[in-house]
């Protein structure tokens, strides 16, 4: 499997609603990432993973809690979002951590919308 | 502060003229540049990067430390060429990746 894959394609919330996006891979890479892209916007990076460590959290609100339960598996476990929340929500995953020069696998995305 | 600037948000062209998608960025380190690229309906995917110097689907781009640019470049536009690109700047020893605002091209028949 080469592929990047996100879960669930769509999700629509309300403010008081808890849900998590999921995000997999099995490529053996060992860092993974968490962007978010609002629509006609570049990507924004949220938080990485680096080896199952946090190693990045772009100062994102608390409602935002990511989680990295294995070397494959990336979730985002969303709580009280707000409208403005509503976006893309990427995943991407690299070979290394801590280095710039790898290329970043991107996977399709979940559409968020907070109502 | 690092950034990445792409000056166009829509380039068009016709089939078979050359295109030039500009890219400047910002950053006192040694920078890592590449371009990405999303077509229609499509996932985001790397296109290429500078320290590979290699050209992918006959586009090239070449890092220019003096002018702190990294243009991306083809001498024959296709149709299929049409996407959205952007133009990304890596920091050294991290993860972090920093994207330019992104280029439309659109090639026409």
């Known amino acids: 499997d080469t592929e990047v894959t996100q879960t669930p394609k769509h999700l629509v919330m309300g403010m008081t609603n808890k849900k998590s996006l999921k995000c997999e891979q099995h490529?053996?890479?060992?860092?993974m990432y968490w962007y978010k892209q609002k629509a006609k916007k570049p990507p924004e990076l949220m938080f990485v993973y680096s080896y199952e460590k946090l190693s990045i959290n772009e100062s994102v609100p608390s409602r935002f809690s990511p989680e990295c339960p294995n070397s494959s598996l990336l979730n985002l476990h969303l709580h009280a979002l707000q409208p403005e929340d509503s976006a893309l929500y990427l995943c991407?995953?690299?070979?290394?951590?801590?280095?710039?020069?790898?290329?970043?696998?991107f996977g399709p995305g979940t559409r968020l919308t907070v109502l | 502060a690092q950034r990445v600037t792409q000056p166009e948000k829509l380039l068009s062209v016709f089939k078979g003229a050359p295109v030039e998608l500009k890219c400047n960025y910002s950053y006192s380190g040694s920078p890592e540049l590449f371009w990405y690229v999303q077509y229609s309906r499509q996932r985001l995917q790397l296109l290429l990067r500078h320290i590979s110097r290699e050209s992918i689907k006959g586009f090239t781009a070449d890092l220019n430390k003096g002018e702190t640019s990294f243009h991306l470049k083809k001498p024959f536009a296709q149709e299929e060429d049409s996407a959205m690109y952007y133009c990304?700047?890596?920091?050294?020893?991290?993860?972090?990746?920093?994207f330019g605002t992104g280029t439309r091209l659109q090639v026409f028949p």
């Open positions: 990304a700047l890596s920091l050294n020893n991290t993860d972090k990746l920093i």
């Open positions: 490529m053996g890479h060992r860092a």
């Open positions: 991407a995953s690299s070979p290394q951590g801590g280095t710039a020069y790898n290329e970043q696998f």
